[in-house]
């Protein structure tokens, strides 16, 4: 087991990933600003794609397995525009996995889908809003109707206030130069509705979107720590290849096929632990995406998105 202050805390961590981020689709139905799908969409080569069920139930499985792992559907597409969303996510949560989550944009949120999610049990629905005003909605998420998310995303609020309390329900926004003057409005206005409003830091998604100040890109990388990432996530793509970082459109982490391996067995595999080695001794440069990634600053050890479901009382590790 890894000792000090970076690394895995206890011998749960060290055999699986607290959460596996589930990414059911490459496809999405708007153009955001932050995000890199709008140019990778267009690139030669690129195949829109929705994760086969027997593809989604084998990890879904693998899972099981560690029932206290956190499942979020996430990632380079919008989950609730793959037609089986519901079934997969009705089959995570009856196979035992204490905990699933879903971040979507809202668009597809409509009252059927809202009360089936809290019917079904859905520990953590997050909402990304990414402003307050629809002027400014309308600047950042390309193609959304501002309008349409708020009524799903209350409606959303009031059937889990009727129908079912155990869900949590997050609504986040990114802090960027075209929302920053909303964001304390934002805060206010959605406290006291939405169980947590989340703060997001503004990256570059791995350097496809320029988007940073370069405050990121001047920090010495003497003072860099080891990416929390390598001890508590795991990625699953479309393609069913599992990958170390969440930022990874390109396929440059993948570190096993989740389609013919076991995710235990890839979490503990040669290159993963090369790769946590490498961190802990500041050797960034072992894999690309890590000597050359500008993002780190915004994964920290003491703030991230277990952190904040920790603070509403999903699961706690110590």
């Known amino acids: 087991m890894i000792q000090g202050k970076y690394g895995f805390r206890d011998q749960r961590e060290q055999q699986f990933p607290l959460m596996v981020c589930l990414e059911i689709t490459n496809v999405c139905n708007l153009r955001c600003i932050h995000c890199p799908y709008s140019e990778i969409s267009k690139r030669e080569g690129y195949i829109p ?33 793959h037609p089986d969303f519901m079934q997969i996510a009705e ?9 699933i989550g879903v971040t979507t944009n809202g668009m597809f949120l409509n009252e059927d889908k809202a009360k089936k999610l809290v019917k079904l049990n859905c520990d953590i629905i997050e909402v990304s809003i ?33 129908l079912n309390k155990k869900v949590k329900i997050i609504v986040s926004i990114i802090d960027q130069p075209d929302v920053s003057h909303e964001i304390e409005e934002f805060k206010k206005y959605w406290q006291g509705k939405a169980d947590k409003v989340l703060i997001r830091k503004l990256t570059s998604i791995g350097g496809l ?15 860099r720590w080891p990416c929390p990432l390598l001890w508590r996530r795991m990625f699953i793509n479309v393609g069913g290849l599992a990958e170390f970082c969440v930022d990874d459109w390109l396929d440059e ?15 503990n595999c040669q290159a993963y632990q090369q790769l946590r080695h490498a961190h802990l001794k500041k050797e960034f440069s072992l894999n690309k995406k890590c000597e050359f990634c500008v993002d780190w600053p915004a994964r920290t050890w003491e703030c991230d998105y277990l952190s904040a479901l920790e603070s509403l009382g999903i699961k706690k590790y110590e």
Request: proline share 2%; with cysteine; net charge negative.
């Open 91 to 99: 089959y995570a949560k009856k196979s035992g996995i204490e905990s």
């Open 49 to 81: 794609e929705f994760m086969e069920w027997l593809e989604a139930k084998k990890v879904i499985d693998d899972i099981a397995v560690f029932p206290d792992t956190i499942v979020r559907f996430v990632c380079d597409g919008e989950p609730m525009m």
């Open 130 to 162: 990414d402003a307050l005003h629809k002027s400014t909605y309308e600047k950042i998420r390309r193609g959304g109707d501002f309008d349409l998310v708020i009524k799903n995303t209350s409606k959303l609020i009031e059937l889990r206030d009727i």
């Open 209 to 223: 979107v320029d988007n940073i100040s370069g405050e990121n890109k001047k920090t010495s990388a003497v003072s």
């Open 253 to 267: 982490s993948v570190v096993g096929d989740a389609r013919k391996e076991s995710l235990r067995e890839i979490w």
